[in-house]
């Protein structure tokens, strides 16, 4: 049986709502999927840091593009834009409940190799490390914040 994509495309932490990801030398990119139903909108913060126990966490103020959609999958992603910051706010409207972020290994600060996105409601966070740097089985894959 071939591989399938869990561990040779990407590996995926569900609950990742301000859990440290690992980039460098782990995946060359993580993806941010985050949620907030009922037209809430929401606060999304990224960091950086050394190591998974967050040593010299700041933030990484690189975002200036990301996505919103409703999350149902009955309409297409909208492509927003802001200057380089390290939030994202989404709207208070259903078309921004479903936001998509993503985040480059080469945009993180000399030394550092994790990042983590947090919410300040009730939002959810799902990271997915992609372009994995080694290949593995998924029960071979190491934890995402390892």
Not at 68 to 83: F, I, K, L, V, Y
Not at 112 to 122: F, I, P, Q
């Amino acid at each position: 049986m071939s591989q399938r994509a869990l561990g040779r495309l990407f590996n995926v932490t569900p609950a990742a709502d301000g859990v440290w990801i690992a980039l460098k030398g782990a995946a060359a990119g993580v993806t941010f999927s985050c949620f907030l139903t009922g037209a809430a909108g929401d606060t999304y913060t990224l960091q950086e840091a050394k190591d998974s126990s967050g040593t010299g966490a700041q933030n990484l103020a690189n975002i200036a593009e990301y996505h919103t959609n409703t999350g149902n999958a009955s309409d297409a992603w909208t492509r927003r834009t802001q200057a380089a910051a390290a939030t994202v706010v989404t709207a208070a409207a259903a078309t921004q409940n479903a936001m998509v972020v993503e985040v480059e290994g080469t945009s993180l600060s000399d030394g550092y190799r994790y990042v983590k996105l947090t919410s300040t409601g009730a939002g959810t966070v799902t990271a997915i490390q992609r372009d994995l740097g080694v290949m593995r089985a998924p029960a071979s894959l190491p934890a995402t914040g390892a």
